[in-house]
C-alpha cells in the first residue's frame, strides 16, 4: 500500500473540533487550547488535523520514545513514558520535540537552538553569504540560531577588493537580520542572536546599532563582556580593542575609556531593552564542552534567548520539569516537596533527552536526503547539505541535552516561600541542586548502559568548575563518572517556557508570576440581553471587564475556600492577593539585586546558562541598571537583561496619546531631495509574489512603491537587493519619474526607471496619497490603521493593499498600541512588535 495515502487513512479533526476538545482537556482554558492546537497537534500542509487533544500528542511522543528505549537495555515501555509526559504533569518536551517527535508531515529539526560559525578566514563576502543561508536554512527547519560577529573586520580596515576599506559589522548585522525577517513572511518567525565582543573596534557601533527605528529589527543583540573590561570598569582605567579580538599582534588597535562604553551599553539598555549582555569569560571559564575546544567546541555565541551557549554547528533540544507538581499538599500549611520523586523524574528525563538525541538523528538523515533528492545541482545545495552534515556529527559526537525547569514561582507560593525573600533563593538553589546531581548521574549511568559521548576525556574536564562542584557536592557520582564516562557533553539549562507554561498552566521557567490577578475586556454587543457595559471605547464600542485568575492563585483560592465573581471590584481583589503567598512576589515586586543574587547563585548548578529578565519600573535610574550589571557580574551570572516597564522593546511607552502622537511627528524637508536611500521589501499575499520600495529619510519611511514582481506586469529584481536608491528625475517630456539604483554584484550600478510607470496606475494613485500622508509625519501605525480602513472595490487593490500595510509595519515603533484585540485571548493589550502584532497578556503573535 502507497505510503501516500497516508492522509486520507487516518482520522482528521476540523479547527474547530480541536479546539473545543482542547478546551474541555485544558478545563475551560480557551489560551492554552489554542495555543495548543495551533502549535503543536498534528497536523500537514494542508491543514489537516490529526491529534483531538493533547492525549494524542503525548501518545505520539510515548510511542517514538518508546521505539529508542528498545535499542538499549532496560528500556522503558510506551505506557512509562506516556505516564510521564501526559497532562503536562511532570516531564514537558518544549517546542520542536512537542510538534516534531513522530511528525510525518513537517520536516523539521527536532533542536531548539543552533549556533553556526566559520572556521579559518571567515571574514571574506564568502564566509558572510555562508553563514547568511545556512541562518535561513535553520530557521526553515524550525531552529533558532545564534552567530558571533567578532570575525569581521572593523569599519575602515583595509580590504582586497574595489571598496578597498571595510564597511564594519553594522551592515553585516542588518543582512542577517533581513534575511531573518524573510524567513518570518506569512506568520513563520525566524528567531536570530547576534554577537559581538566588547573587546572589538566596532563594539561601540554594534550597540547603537538598533537605537534607530528600523534597525536590525530581525535580531536579538548581546555583547560578550570579558573580566579585563569589567575591571577596567570597577577601576574607571583604559581598555584596548584589537582586531583580531584579543590578539598578541593585532592589525587594529585601539585605547578606550571603558566606563564611557560601558555607560553607552547601560544607557541602550535602560533606554530599548537591549544590547543584552553575556559575560564571557564566565561563560567559557565554567563551560564543561570548552575543555574540548580544540576538537572543535570552543563556544562562540548563544542561541536567541542566551540559554545556551554554543560551539559552531552544535544544537540543543530543550525539555521542562514542572515543579509545581512535585509540591505535596500545596498551599497548606503541611506543604512540602517530593525531593525522591523529583530525583527519579530528573533521571527519567535525561534518559528521555538522550532519546531525543537519536530521534533527531533520524530526522536530520531525513533533510539530507530530502536535499541529495532535490532536482538543483550539487553546487546549489551544496552549502544547506554541508551543513546539516556539520549539524549531525556535532549532535553523534557531543549528545548535548538542555534540561531545565519551569513553575518556580508557583512552587515557591505553593510551598508558603515568598519569591525572592532568602528562604526562597535559599530553597530554589537546593532544587536545582538536586536537578543538576540527579542528570548527571543519570547521565553517568547511561553512559555505564549505552556508552559514553564519542570524545569523552575525564582529564581534560578534571579542573573545570562546575565539574568540580559535582565533586564536592557528590564524591561517588564523580568517581563513576571517572570510571564509566558521560552520555553527554552538557546537561542542563533555563530556558524561557512561554508556550509550556501556557500549558502547564503555572509561572514561566525560574520568573515569578506575572499577575496572580487581573481584568480584561472583552467586545460587547450593549443590545444583547443581560450585557454588562463596563467601558465604552473612543469609537464607540461597549467592553465588558472580567476577572482573570493565574491558574494556581485560583487553585490557592480554592484551597481557602475565597470566592469572587467577575465584577468584583479591584480593591478587593487587591485584599485577596495581600492574603495570598503571591503577596510581594511579583514580577514588579521581587527585589532586583535579589533576583540578581538568586540566578548567580543557581548558576552555580546550571552548565549551559539560565534565560531570565530582570523586570523594572519606569521612573529606575540609569544608575541602577548598571549597578544591577556589576552586580551580576560579580555573583556569576552568565548573562543579564534588563526589562524597563515603558522601554521600547514590546511595551507601551506612554498613556498619553496626545504626546505620543505630537514626539511621534518626524521633521522631513519640505522640498523632496533628489536621493533618498531606499529599502526594498518582497511579500507575498494569495501566492502572487509582491515588491515594495520604501524611500528613507534618517531611517523612516518617507515615500512607497509597489506592486507586482514579476516580468509582465510590475519590476523582476534578484532577491539578493535589499537597498538602494530612488532618484527623481525627468523624462523628455518634462514630468517627473522616480529611478531606482542599486548596485550589482560586479560592483557596477544598475538602474530600472520608473517605478511610478513599472506598476498599475490604481497601486501608484493610492501610493502618492499614502507617501504624502508620510511626508507629513503622520505617525505610521495611524498610516497603517487608514490603509487597512480604505474600502476598495477590486480584488486586486484589496491584495495591494494588504501589501502596503505589512511593509509598512515594519517601522512601526516596538510598543506603539494597536488597535483592536488578542484573537487568542481578546485582551486589548496588543502592540507593535518588530512588524507583528503581539499580545503582552498572552504572548501570542501575528505577522501579515
Known sequence: MSTNTVTTQKKTYTQQQAFEAAVEYFNGDDLAARVWVNKYALKDSEGHIYELTPNDMHKRIAKEIARIETRYPNPMSEEEVFQLIKNFKYIVPQGSPMAGIGNPYQMASLSNCFVIGNDGDSDSYGGVMKIDQEQVQLMKRRGGVGHDLSHIRPKGSAVKNSALTSTGIVPFMERYSNSTREVAQDGRRGALMLSVSINHPDSEDFIDAKMEQGKVTGANVSVRIDDGFMQAVKNNADYTQKYPVFSSNPKVSKTIKAEKLWKKIVHNAWKSAEPGILFWDTITRESVPDCYADLGYKTVSTNPCGEIPLCPYDSCRLLAINLFSYVENPFTAQATFNFDLFKKHVAYAQRIMDDIIDLELEKIDVIIKKIDDDPESDEIKGTERRLWMNIRKKAEEGRRT???????????????????????????????????????????????????????????????????????????????????????????????TGTTSLMTQTSSGIEPVFMPVYKRRRKVNPNDKDVRVDFVDEVGDSWEEYVVFHHRFKQWMEVNNIKVDDNCPQDELDAIVKQSPYYKATSNDVDWLSKVSMQGAVQKWVDHSISVTINLPNDVSEDLVGELYLKAWEVGCKGVTVYR???????????????????????FPTKRPQTLEAEVVRFQNNKEKWIAFIGLIDGKPYEIFTGLADDEDGILMPRWVTGGLIIKNRNEDGSSRYDFQYQNKRGYKTTIEGLSHKFDPEYWNYAKLISSTLRHGMPIDKIVDLINSLQLDSESINTWKNGVGRALKRYVEDGTKAKGTCSNCNSDKVVYQEGCLTCQDCGSSKCG
Open 645 to 667: 516597564d515603558g522601554s521600547r522593546s514590546g511595551v507601551l511607552i506612554s498613556n498619553d496619546d496626545k504626546k505620543e502622537e505630537t514626539e511621534s511627528l518626524t521633521d
Open 402 to 496: 538542555g534540561i531545565g525547569i519551569t513553575a518556580e514561582g508557583d512552587m515557591l507560593a505553593a510551598l508558603g516561600i515568598r519569591y525572592g525573600s532568602e528562604e526562597g533563593n535559599a530553597f530554589s538553589v537546593e532544587v536545582h541542586k538536586t536537578l543538576a546531581i540527579a542528570a548527571y548521574r543519570a547521565s553517568v549511568y547511561a553512559a555505564k548502559e549505552r556508552g559514553a559521548f564519542a570524545i569523552f576525556d575525564a582529564e581534560r574536564e578534571a579542573e573545570n568548575p562546575f565539574i568540580q562542584r559535582l565533586k564536592e557536592a557528590d564524591e561517588k557520582l564523580y568517581y563513576e563518572m571517572l570510571e564509566y564516562g558521560r552520555r553527554n557533553i552538557a546537561l542542563l539549562t533555563i530556558a524561557p
